[in-house]
């Protein structure tokens, strides 16, 4: 999507006052990604004005995963939709993130997929790198199952499961844990959200945060 954000007027229209006032002339494409004032915003839920972030169900869920690196503003952008919500994916995502719950992978190869999200599968990207990786899909086809798995077409499902699984197999995987992994595939592409977008959203999100949490005036 190419979108026109009054985000985007926002911050250039604080720039141009931080500017004017103090001298300091802030380039937001060379900030740091780890700002502990930020992440103090974000984690007490102070996010009134932030970008995506203001609605008090998310402040709420801030509040609760106390997020303090940029992937998990991305996570978060990523989950907070009614769908991972009420399969209580939210909820799994913060409980790992915080030890309550063991993050396992059905197999180690999953591990650097899935570990930004603590092995839950937040992202489309997500589906077809383990297509990719596990049962050798081309980013093209992993694509395709991507979007049948969004159709929820069983025919052709049931051709893509034979696909993933012979693949899989061909890799030394065994029938059982290609046919589970699958099934968790399946299970999280309804709620698969769009990483590249999500990540968007978030830098302009953490933009507005820093500036709130620096240049509060």
């Not at 006052?17 to 001298?23: H, R």
């Not at 915003?41 to 995506?52: R, S, V």
């Not at 991305?74 to 907070?80: G, P």
């Not at 992202?123 to 991507?146: I, K």
Request: glycine share 8%; with cysteine.
């Amino acid at each position: 999507d190419f979108l026109g954000l009054s985000t985007l007027t926002l911050i250039h229209d604080a720039l141009g006052q931080i500017e004017s006032t103090s001298g300091t002339r802030l380039v937001m494409e060379d900030l740091p990604l780890t700002d502990t004032r930020t992440f103090d915003l974000f984690c007490e839920g102070q996010t009134l004005g932030i970008f995506q972030f203001e609605s008090s169900g998310m402040r709420q869920i801030l509040r609760q995963a106390k997020p303090r690196k940029f992937e998990d503003l991305i996570a978060l952008n990523a989950l907070y939709r009614p769908g991972p919500i009420k399969g209580g994916m939210i909820d799994d995502f913060i409980n790992r993130k915080h030890g309550r719950v063991e993050v396992r992978y059905e197999l180690e190869k999953l591990r650097p997929i899935l570990e930004d999200t603590y092995g839950v599968m937040a992202y489309q990207e997500q589906v077809m790198r383990v297509a990719s990786e596990l049962a050798g899909f081309t980013l093209g086809e992993a694509d395709l199952l991507r979007k049948a798995m969004g159709k929820k077409n069983p025919a052709l499902m049931q051709a893509q499961r034979e696909k993933f699984v012979a693949g899989a197999t061909g890799r030394g995987i065994s029938d059982k844990k290609a046919t589970r992994v699958f099934d968790l595939m399946e299970q999280f592409a309804g709620y698969g959200f769009n990483k590249s977008h999500s990540t968007a959203y978030a830098l302009l999100a953490y933009h507005t945060a820093y500036l709130k949490a620096n240049y509060p005036w």
